[in-house]
């Protein structure tokens, strides 16, 4: 069974960079039928799609977060990486890893989610 | 402001039918038939309830079906049960640069 667990710290200062990592279990994440995705959810809000990356290396961002995103992969560990610069109170969100399904483009497995929050 | 539109709220009683819309354009919804849904309960992961508009994963009850018309997708939970009591998110391909997009979500109450 697929699994993703995110890791990373629950709390970050402002304008500081945020760097969370998803690990793949049960599953190899160089599959070339799946892009791998972050997605966020301010608390009490609705999700926000961050961006995605395909094995390779190839990425899709957020237009709205794109200045701000990398995301990379590290096949070798079967993980993934998130980083968001300048963070502010806005970016407060539990934030989730995905396996986008490439067929179908959707997000089929998700992780259980962390909460990040931007305090000083 | 989600890109997809969704009611914030409906209700219906144990055994009724609701159906929850989501409405975008032909940039979104309209242009691609790679509409899906997610059930969050509180605290939790979304779950993937519905993809490619009406396709149902393994192990989600047939009570659940998805269609589209136009732009605007619909959620349709028939025979409802007090465990359906969740938030709702519809979600569509966007093309090449907005890539996926999702509703503001639906709090689903069983009466």
């Known amino acids: 069974q697929l699994q993703l667990q995110e890791s990373g710290p629950g709390l970050v200062k402002p304008s500081e960079t945020l760097s969370l990592t998803c690990t793949v279990s049960g599953g190899s994440i160089s599959s070339s039928s799946y892009y791998w995705g972050w997605i966020r959810q301010p608390p009490g809000k609705g999700l926000e799609w961050i961006g995605s990356i395909y094995y390779g290396g190839s990425t899709y961002y957020n237009p709205s977060l794109k200045s701000r995103v990398t995301i990379s992969v590290d096949t070798s560990k079967n993980q993934f990486s998130l980083k968001l610069s300048s963070m502010t109170a806005a970016d407060t969100a539990a934030y989730y890893c995905?396996?986008?399904?490439?067929?179908?483009?959707?997000?089929?497995?998700w992780g259980q989610g962390t909460l990040v929050t931007v305090s000083s | 402001q989600s890109a997809l539109t969704q009611p914030p709220s409906a209700s219906g009683s144990p055994g009724q039918s609701v159906t929850i819309s989501c409405t975008g354009t032909s940039s979104d919804v309209g242009g691609y038939n790679y509409v899906s849904w997610f059930q969050q309960h509180p605290g939790k992961a979304p779950k993937l309830m519905i993809y490619e508009v009406s396709k149902r994963p393994s192990g989600v009850p047939d009570r659940f079906s998805g269609s589209t018309s136009g732009n605007t997708a619909s959620l349709t939970v028939s025979g409802l049960r007090a465990e359906d009591e969740a938030d709702y998110y519809c979600?569509?391909?966007?093309?090449?640069?907005?890539?996926?997009?999702f509703g503001g979500g639906t709090k689903l109450t069983v009466l």
């Open positions: 995905a396996r986008l399904w490439l067929q179908f483009l959707v997000f089929d497995y």
């Open positions: 979600s569509s391909y966007a093309g090449s640069n907005n890539h996926v997009v």
